[in-house]
């Protein structure tokens, strides 16, 4: 019951989030953030149709769609992010328009509706429209991945909106919100922790190892690799770490080992000791 309340929680802040970005940044300056709510921005200039009104008139079909293939549960939650969303975005009209610079609105709006498109995620929903459509498809015909569609039809409605209001600025300030909007979805969902992972291939894998245990304070995992091309056998060793970190774990590498082979790259998620631990 009790996550049951904390997710309904992060729906409702979460679409009320998306649809005060709708009306403080975007709608009044053209600007289509993509999606659903992107087209019924175009719709509505060009029919004075309320944005929340076309915004349910869209998602009703795709909603018939999603039916045979997704839960009940997850259909009514998303229902409830639609229609809240749609009706914050009719109802708060009144809104004065936050700024007049086209940058300013798409780089602040898309971070708003970013944040609340990832709370709505965190209460395992959706605001419906293109994400439905999205995992349908990919559903039935897997020769395309969620992302892919998701751009494609990111993309048709920043075409659209560029030819409606035939101003190529708005396409361009419409594509930085949708890459900001996107982006602040992932800090919100994976943290800031900024960890990155290191691979080092030595020859002084044991005395590496001990190294950034006792100076860094980090473990480490020893793998064995070999070499295909010298068939010699090497340790591996694997660690994660912060990236503040990085430069005194490669000073220990060399310290041991100057001809050390060094991989770091960006960990979306680190879970466990030393990191942040998930919760149930």
């Known amino acids: 019951m009790k996550k049951k309340i904390i997710n309904l929680l992060y729906i409702t802040i979460g679409s009320i989030l998306v649809a005060l970005s709708l009306n403080l940044f975007f709608v009044k300056l053209k600007i289509a953030p993509g999606g659903v709510s992107g087209l019924a921005t175009v719709i509505y200039y060009l029919t004075d149709i309320s944005v929340g009104t076309v915004i349910i008139a869209l998602n009703i079909p795709l909603f018939l ?28 009209t009144f809104l004065p328009q936050l700024t007049e610079d086209m940058l300013l609105a798409s ?10 498109l990832a709370l709505v995620f965190k209460g395992e929903a959706t605001t419906g429209g293109t994400d439905i459509l999205a995992k349908v498809v990919n559903k039935h015909f897997k020769a395309f991945n969620i ?3 998701l751009f494609v039809i990111d993309a048709c ?3 659209t909106a560029m030819i409606t209001f035939r101003d190529f600025d708005i396409g361009f300030y419409s594509i930085i919100a949708i890459l900001l909007s996107a982006k602040s979805i992932d800090i919100v969902l994976e943290g800031v922790g900024f960890s990155k992972a290191i691979f080092i291939i030595s020859d002084s894998g044991e005395e590496i190892a001990k190294g950034i245990m006792e100076e860094v304070g980090r473990g480490v995992t020893g793998l064995s690799g070999e070499g295909m091309y010298t068939q010699v056998n090497k340790k591996v060793l694997l ?24 991989i770091v790259t960006d960990v979306r998620e680190a879970l466990g000791e030393g990191f942040k631990t998930e919760k149930n």
Not at 67 to 88: C, E, H, P, Q, R
Not at 107 to 116: A, K, P, R, T
Not at 242 to 255: C, F, G, T
């Open 65 to 92: 769609m999603g039916i045979l293939d997704f839960g009940k549960g997850f259909l009514l939650k998303t229902f409830y992010a639609t229609a809240l969303m749609s009706f914050v975005v009719d109802y708060t």
């Open 107 to 116: 780089i602040f709006g898309g971070i708003l509706m970013g944040v609340g």
């Open 147 to 149: 992302s892919e569609q």
């Open 157 to 159: 409605v920043v075409i």
């Open 239 to 262: 660690t994660v770490a912060d990236r503040r970190q990085i430069p005194k774990i490669k000073e220990i590498s060399k310290k041991f080992d100057n001809k050390s082979f060094i």
